[in-house]
């Protein structure tokens, strides 16, 4: 089974809540569940969210969008994903973040189909750098032994918090592999991070999304 597993909350420290901030009457969190959710290779998605009252509101929106919810620690993400992916027979994780809803399902599946087809222990379209794809529509998979390996040998906080940096820095223990873009792109960035990147967002969802709601990166590099 192919599990996505797209890590939520609501405290980020730049911008608050930026994942229930709305374009064209949903969420962004919405957009990209339903973004995803069209996606050939994915069998399963998780919304991973923490504990945290504040991050009520997040399993609320899962229920009513019938994607599953798993709460645990707001800081060891780590342990989250570890949790989450123990509740499901998954055999390969793919790795999201919420704050990339313009992240295309065809980016996903490429990825995805990449490490099926090879003998990697990791494949991205983000790491190594340099990456050829914008930040903001990063994809990271990897098996479920690879994640039950690095829940039980990461130390550092940094490795608890940010979920595959144990792996990505040893490259002579793990077969890594990024896919690239057909061009550098990297100079576009798509994630939601700041106030003028959900203005970004918003005017770009407002161009594109009701002539298409599946739009594609292609179509938001050509509007801008």
């Known amino acids: 089974m192919i599990v996505a597993i797209i890590q939520a909350r609501m405290g980020s420290s730049r911008l608050p809540g930026k994942i229930m901030l709305d374009a064209c009457g949903k969420t962004f969190l919405e957009h990209m569940i339903d973004r995803v959710s069209q996606s050939k290779t994915l069998d399963k998605i998780i919304i991973a969210t923490s504990l945290n009252k504040d991050d009520d ?5 899962c229920k009513k969008k019938n994607i599953s919810c798993f709460r645990g620690s707001e800081n060891n993400v780590l342990s989250r994903y570890k949790m989450a ?9 793919v790795r999201l973040t919420s704050d990339a809803p313009i992240l295309h399902h065809k980016i996903i599946d490429k990825v995805v189909q990449t490490y099926i087809d090879n003998d990697y222990d ?18 990271e998979v990897f098996s479920k032994k690879i994640l039950d390996e690095m829940y039980n040998n990461a130390k550092k906080p940094s490795e608890r918090e ?9 490259p002579e223990k793990y077969k890594i592999f990024r896919v690239d873009y057909e061009r550098d792109i990297s100079k576009y960035r798509f994630n939601l991070d700041y106030e003028l990147d959900y203005k970004l967002l918003k005017t770009i969802f407002e161009k594109l999304y009701f002539r298409d709601p599946n739009f594609t990166m ?7």
């Open 57 to 61: 509101i997040i399993e609320c929106l």
């Open 85 to 93: 992916a123990d509740k499901t027979p998954a055999d390969i994780i």
């Open 122 to 139: 990791y494949v991205s379209n983000c790491f190594p750098l340099p990456r050829t794809y914008p930040d903001g529509v990063n994809v």
């Open 162 to 170: 940010h979920v595959t940096l144990f792996m990505i820095f040893k």
């Open 218 to 224: 292609e179509d938001v590099i050509r509007l801008l």
